[in-house]
């Protein structure tokens, strides 16, 4: 018996020892495919900033709604119809100029009176039941009568303040004219595009595809002046022309004539021809196929 009960506890004891001598294993993890797995999704998702121009301008001297359009990336159309502009060649010094849709003044006004009204509510008072509490319950409530205040949905909608620069990548562009680069761009002289000399007549294409949203001589130190907006962020010009051959409102295709080269507002036959991103003046020769000229 006792020789049985030997063997047993050795056997158990056997078995114990055996579990202790596994070792324990922590679970591998692969980080370098994990931190790759990462940047492939990262890489993915549209690179994004943040949008420089402010939600209103104030109109100064020499302003025209043109110009504001121009120099902040817009329609002047669309800034006309936010701003309920009849006239577009009418506005005033001082005047402020919404160029994001936004609560309009009188909206959030009306907004604080209603936040007032509710405030200036009776407050709920608790009697205990009785015959004499219900009428007194009942005579103030023939006092108080509700007042109920409609006010228009406002349009509260904040501006997407964020620019997808994928919008970049998907532009082609081709050169707007044949000939000799006269004028590079510089920030530091100023010069906001590039001039290319040509001949009298002579044809300018639209440098990518877009719409025309500025046809005209409004703008001062242009001469006859086309504007086309290719997507949210960008915005081509060419300037001096002869004739131009398209509208307002027209979509127009990249390498399609849309001009005669000419010298108005200037001294020679040449197109002025500049790039914006968000209204700000951008080297072309960052877009163009500049080695073709």
């Known amino acids: 018996m006792r020789s049985k009960s030997f063997w047993m506890l050795l056997l158990v004891s056997a078995i114990f020892a055996g579990c202790s001598s ?18 492939t999704a990262q890489s ?12 209103t301008y104030t109109v100064q001297k020499g302003d025209t709604l043109y110009s504001i ?18 006239n577009p060649r009418k506005i005033m010094i001082g005047q402020v100029i919404r160029l ?44 108080t009568t509700p007042v109920v205040t409609k006010i228009a949905k406002a349009d509260d909608t904040e501006p997407d303040n964020t620019i997808d620069e994928s919008e970049e990548a998907a532009l082609e562009w081709t050169l707007p004219a044949q000939g000799k680069l006269i004028a590079q761009f510089s920030e530091s002289a100023n ?20 719409k025309v949203v500025y046809s005209g001589s409004g703008l001062r130190g242009y001469g006859k002046l086309i504007i086309i907006k290719h997507n949210k962020t960008y915005l081509s010009a060419y300037a001096h022309n002869d004739k131009i051959l398209v509208k307002e409102g027209q979509a127009v295709t990249r390498g399609q004539k849309i001009a005669a080269m000419g010298k108005t507002d200037t001294d020679k036959v040449k197109l002025h021809f500049e790039v914006r991103r968000l209204g700000k003046p951008v080297d072309p020769a960052k877009y163009l196929p500049m080695g073709k000229s």
Do not use: C
Request: hydrophobic content about 35%; aromatic content about 8%; charged content about 30%.
């Open 22 to 39: 596994q070792e324990y294993r922590a679970p591998v993890f692969d980080t370098a495919e994990a931190q790759k797995s990462e940047a």
């Open 44 to 55: 993915k998702k549209p690179l994004r900033e943040k949008d420089w121009r402010p939600r």
């Open 69 to 86: 359009a121009f120099n902040y990336g817009f329609d002047y159309h669309e800034l006309a119809d936010l701003n309920g502009i009849k």
């Open 100 to 143: 994001f849709p936004g609560k309009t003044a009188s909206a959030a006004r009306a907004a604080s009176a209603a936040e007032s009204l509710i405030k200036d509510q009776p407050k709920l008072v608790k009697y205990p039941y009785s015959e004499a509490a219900m009428a007194q319950i009942e005579k103030v409530q023939e006092q």
């Open 191 to 210: 010069r906001k595009g590039i001039d290319i000399a040509g001949t009298l007549g002579q044809p300018v294409v639209a440098g990518a595809s877009g």
